[in-house]
T-cell receptor
Framework: GNSVTQMEGPVTLSEEAFLTINCTYTATGYPSLFWYVQYPGEGLQLLLKATKADDKGSNKGFEATYRKETTSFHLEKGSVQVSDSAVYFCALMGGSYIPTFGRGTSLIVHP | NAGVTQTPKFRILKIGQSMTLQCTQDMNHNYMYWYRQDPGMGLKLIYYSVGAGITDKGEVPNGYNVSRSTTEDFPLRLELAAPSQTSVYFC????????????FGSGTQLSVL
């Protein structure tokens, strides 16, 4: 079956540091890949997505590239802010239309 | 736009009680999902529906039931609540699955004591 593996958190950074959150996946076929963000006390919301190999999703300074050869979709941001503190979920949607989520990675950004 | 609305936001139940978590979406989405979120465990799919009248089990359906009589509503029923059902519950919807994003409600925090 499909699966998503994310790096364990929490990830703790100082403001303006570079962020990478690793995500790898296992799936048959050609899934779509997503990053969702969950701010404290809220539901998840879509951050970015990519639907085919070599696509780059981007939003709010975050980027992730769909790498089929390494089955990865790592999330990056060049300069994090305190307001980026949240839990980040990597997810895939395969042919069954049932989303598969990773466990989530907590990001804490200190001033 | 209301999006996905969940009620209640918080609830405390006694062991053995039952309750229904309500979920309504106003986007005419076909696909709807119920997840539970336990600390450090990510999201686990309880039930899902691909359209009115059609529901199916997810990863952790035991102790729960759902119905989908209309496109808009997807209530989750807990019968004989147990402490293991203490969790945060999220409802989500999407138009057609595939590369469509999910819209999430704000969650229901449930404690069973």
């Amino acid at each position: 079956g499909n699966s998503v593996t994310q790096m364990e958190g929490p990830v703790t950074l100082s403001e303006e540091a570079f962020l990478t959150i690793n995500c790898t996946y296992t799936a048959t076929g050609y899934p779509s890949l997503f990053w969702y963000v969950q701010y404290p006390g809220e539901g998840l919301q879509l951050l970015l997505k990519a639907t085919k190999a070599d696509d780059k999703g981007s939003n709010k300074g975050f980027e992730a590239t769909y790498r089929k050869e390494t089955t990865s979709f790592h999330l990056e941001k060049g300069s994090v802010q305190v307001s980026d503190s949240a839990v980040y979920f990597c997810a895939l949607m395969g042919g069954s239309y049932i989303p598969t989520f990773g466990r989530g990675t907590s990001l804490i950004v200190h001033p | 736009n209301a999006g996905v609305t969940q009620t209640p936001k918080f609830r405390i139940l006694k062991i053995g009680q039952s309750m229904t978590l309500q979920c309504t979406q106003d986007m005419n989405h076909n696909y709807m999902y119920w997840y539970r979120q336990d600390p450090g465990m990510g999201l686990k799919l309880i039930y899902y529906s691909v359209g009115a009248g059609i529901t199916d089990k997810g990863e952790v359906p035991n102790g729960y039931n759902v119905s989908r009589s209309t496109t808009e509503d997807f209530p989750l029923r807990l019968e004989l609540a147990a402490p293991s059902q203490t969790s945060v519950y999220f409802c989500a919807s999407s138009h057609s699955g595939g590369d469509e994003k999910l819209f999430f409600g704000s969650g229901t925090q449930l404690s069973v004591l």
